[in-house]
């Protein structure tokens, strides 16, 4: 008999580090993760970020470069943002056989392709941004109407253009992120006419309208004017959100995603209890910001808020994560 009283001591399973790592629920592994990578046109030095310490705009050399290197590290994927030398009102270099992003992601192939040839192992999936803001001279996710809103159906019309470009520059997935109603369906209607079946689509479902993507404004020169809650969701809202992966999956989607990762983790869970897909999260700019800001102040502990960060995605349902950090994460997994 006890003589404490105390039957259950959920304790005992804490006590050292062999005990921790035997009963842990969750692992990271570095093919679950993404790495995004910046590439900017007529760039000859890497460009730092300097919202986001450590990241840069890359040339197509450096991007060779940071991608062979996310091959070694093993990361599951790269998603791939293209900033063009000049924008209009239509995104014109997005859909450009020759634009930066096309270029881009040939750059990515070989260097994934070299890498794999000598070291016989799978490399990162290429995958890429299918939005026009980066392309736009306004800085929106699509084409305008007269009146100055944001016109679906013509954009849809865009984004099609866009995924068929980028499939034949080499992309093995397309992830559609202007929050179109329709974006999937068309998509894939575009890339199966084009010949391209076996390209993947990776839906951006739920996207919220998020003061977290900031630094990303930075790192891809947008000069956004407005904002884009006509479009993107408003943060009072899951069950919107879990209605926007139904859709995307009736509509085609190989996979949905959840962004930013760290304040829908609840959309994030109810979206990986409904579907089978993989369910990707984007842990974005501004979270990548804001624990490198609090770590060089030396207010938190770098690592661990990286890791737990991460981890927290990974519980609450997200198979793929996409995170700045993926090749450095991967090199404290190994
Ligand atoms: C749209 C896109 C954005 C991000 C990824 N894709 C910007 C936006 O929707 O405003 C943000 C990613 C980040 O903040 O890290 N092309």
Known sequence: MSTSGIVYRPRRLRTTPRMRRLVAEHRLHAADLVLPLFVKEGLTEPAPISSMPGQVQHTEESLADAVAQATRAGVGGIML????????????????????????????????????????????????????????????????????????????????????????????????????????AVIRDALDDAGFEHVGILAYSAKYASAFYGPFREAVDSALQGDRRTYQMDAANAREGLREADLDLAEGADMVMVKPAGTSL????????????????YQVSGEYAMIEAAAANGWIDRRGAILESVLAIKRAGADLILTYWAVEIAGWLD
């Open 81 to 184: 943002f293209g900033i063009p030398a000049v924008r209009d009102a239509r995104g014109s270099a997005g859909d450009d056989a020759d634009g930066i992003l096309q270029r881009g992601i040939r750059v990515a192939r070989q260097a994934v392709a070299a890498v794999e040839a000598e070291s016989g192992r799978p490399g990162p999936v290429v995958m890429a941004d299918t939005c026009l803001d980066e392309f736009t001279d306004h800085g929106h996710c699509g084409v305008l109407a007269a009146d100055g809103t944001v016109d679906n159906d013509a954009t849809l019309e865009r984004y099609a253009s866009m995924a068929v470009a980028q499939a034949k520059a080499g992309t093995e997935v397309v992830a559609p992120s202007g929050m179109m109603d329709g974006q999937v």
């Open 266 to 281: 609840d959309v994030l869970r109810g979206v990986a209890d409904r579907t089978d897909v993989p369910v990707a999260a």
